[in-house]
């Protein structure tokens, strides 16, 4: 008996972050398989919330099928989890030293970094899988080609995201615990 496969496409034009959905999910999760597609959506402002669900809606119409999306942010505890989902905007305009610089007045380097996926079936409301890994912001080391990796240390840990094999990384992150989530849904469903 041959099972249908269930095909689900990740929106994503970052070659960094498919890597890692990749390398956690490999590209089948039990009846479903994963493909990729860069669409170009609008973001809107709001909480990590509303802006994935937002995605996922937008996504999945366009697509006429089941999508994930993926909303990654990085909040500093000094500043109540800001920047939270403009940290893009923030490694854009003012790069990682002006990041590490927002918080030389602060005791507090905590920060967190919290991915969150929305699925998406057409006509439906986005369901979210989030992942949060505590840390501290540090001063910049590793390899600086994937967004704030370098500035970010997972509590626990003596190197940053960037320093890390991405084997270690990636049974640790953010991205991780939330595509975790989504799989043992995926699993049940």
Same mark, same amino acid.
């Given at each position: 008996?041959?099972?249908?496969?269930?095909?689900?496409?990740? /929106?994503?034009?970052?070659?960094?972050? !498919?890597?890692?959905?990749?390398?956690?999910?490999?590209?089948?999760? %039990?009846?479903? =398989?994963?493909? =990729?597609?860069? @669409?170009? @959506?609008?973001?809107?402002?709001?909480?990590?919330?509303?802006?994935?669900?937002?995605?996922?809606?937008?996504?999945?119409?366009?697509?006429?099928?089941?999508?994930? /999306?993926?909303?990654?942010?990085?909040?500093?505890?000094?500043?109540?989890? #800001?920047? %939270?989902?403009?940290?893009?905007?923030?490694?854009?305009?003012?790069? @990682?030293? $002006? @990041?590490?610089?927002?918080?030389?007045?602060?005791?507090?380097?905590?920060?967190?970094?919290?991915?969150?996926?929305?699925?998406?079936?057409?006509?439906?409301?986005?369901? !979210? &899988?989030? $992942?949060?890994?505590?840390?501290?912001?540090?001063?910049?080391?590793?390899?600086?080609?994937?967004?704030?990796?370098?500035?970010?240390?997972?509590?626990? &840990?003596?190197?940053?995201?960037?320093?890390?094999?991405?084997?270690?990384?990636?049974?640790?992150?953010?991205?991780?615990?939330?595509?975790?989530? #989504?799989?043992?849904?995926?699993?049940?469903?």
């Amino acid at each position: 008996m041959r099972i249908d496969m269930k095909t689900i496409t990740f /929106v994503t034009g970052n070659a960094n972050k !498919l890597k890692e959905v990749v390398a956690i999910l490999s590209d089948k999760v %039990g009846d479903y =398989n994963i493909i =990729n597609q860069s @669409l170009d @959506l609008d973001e809107l402002q709001g909480t990590i919330e509303e802006v994935t669900i937002q995605k996922a809606k937008t996504a999945s119409s366009i697509i006429d099928g089941p999508v994930l /999306v993926e909303d990654t942010c990085l909040g500093f505890d000094a500043m109540n989890d #800001l920047p %939270g989902p403009y940290i893009k905007w923030f490694v854009n305009s003012i790069g @990682l030293t $002006g @990041l590490v610089d927002m918080l030389y007045k602060f005791e507090d380097k905590g920060a967190k970094a919290i991915c969150t996926f929305g699925y998406c079936e057409p006509g439906k409301e986005p369901i !979210l &899988f989030q $992942g949060i890994t505590h840390g501290t912001i540090v001063d910049s080391r590793g390899p600086t080609n994937f967004g704030w990796d370098s500035i970010f240390q997972p509590d626990g &840990f003596k190197e940053t995201y960037a320093e890390m094999d991405k084997s270690v990384k990636n049974t640790i992150s953010h991205r991780f615990k939330a595509l975790s989530k #989504l799989k043992d849904y995926l699993a049940e469903n």
